[in-house]
């Protein structure tokens, strides 16, 4: 059997993300597939760049989940619930959309897949995480060293099994359970044990200003840039993260990469 890297899309601009994280990924040599699971309100031209990498395009639908769960967890009511205070969530962001990640426990013809978000860039080869365990994420870091207890399920080793894919449709519609982060917080309740993996394996973009000493470019092996995207017009922290999106931007247009010449992050002692 064979392993994979999974991503999701959800809407023309994950397409896009997707895209650049396809590049990166192939930038590092792998061999491994790359998978792109689609929901049905992507455009197919959106999808075409992705197939033309080579990709495997499936298309998803939403988990078989009650009204009340999806009523739950709908935009309107999730944010509500639990506002995001740290940074802007684009327009486009669907909490829902966030547990068809599950879908990927259904490609049983992997022996190991790793998910990567595709608001993500791979800046060096990962296929060491294919041997590693189910569940492995890396921690929410990117404001405080205290939340090295919290997992961020932007990057995670998973083992597709029909069984442990039922088994969380049952765990998810525990009554009145309300998922705070949506797949996050499940997955981190699903596998309380999970296998933490360095935070250099999800660096998260907020990083880069909160905890400047924690950045290091020859550590860094995926770039996760939460809340903001790098694709977006004039997002409110463009400018303090302008390295972070040229970076992005330079993969996504195939552009040559010199990582030893990124600066650091201001403040970085």
Request: aromatic share 12%; with cysteine.
């Given at each position: ?8 899309v ?84 669907t ?8 879908r ?78 949506t ?6 309740s699903?596998f ?78």
């Amino acid at each position: 059997m064979t392993n994979a890297y999974v991503t999701l899309v959800t809407n023309a601009d994950y397409a896009m993300g997707a895209t650049a994280l396809t590049r990166s990924i192939r930038r590092t040599g792998t061999t491994a597939d790359i998978v792109v699971l689609y929901t049905n309100v992507v455009p197919e031209t959106d999808l075409a760049p992705l197939a033309a990498l080579g990709c495997r395009v499936v298309e998803v639908e939403h988990l078989p989940l009650s009204d009340a769960f999806n009523e739950r967890h709908a935009r309107k009511t999730l944010h509500g619930a639990a506002p995001f205070t740290k940074g802007r969530k684009p327009d486009f962001h669907t909490p829902l959309d966030n547990f068809c990640k599950l879908r990927l426990w259904q490609l049983t013809q992997y022996e190991r897949c790793v998910f990567i978000d595709a608001d993500a860039i791979v800046l060096k080869n990962i296929d060491k995480l294919f041997v590693y365990p189910e569940f492995s994420a890396a921690p929410n870091v990117y404001e405080s060293l205290a939340d090295f207890h919290r997992l961020n399920s932007g990057v995670f080793v998973a083992r597709p099994s029909v069984a442990t894919y039922e088994a969380m449709l049952t765990a998810l519609e525990e009554p009145e359970r309300f998922w705070r982060r949506t797949d996050q917080s499940f997955l981190e309740s699903f596998f309380p044990d999970w296998h933490g993996l360095p935070v250099f394996m999800n660096m998260l973009q907020y990083v880069w200003f909160n905890l400047p000493d924690l950045w290091d470019w020859n550590s860094i092996a995926v770039l996760h840039y939460q809340y903001e995207k790098p694709w977006e017009k004039d997002h409110p922290k463009a400018e303090r993260l302008k390295p972070l999106i040229d970076l992005w931007q330079d993969i996504y247009e195939e552009r040559e990469v010199d990582l030893d010449a990124l600066p650091s992050p201001p403040g970085k002692s």
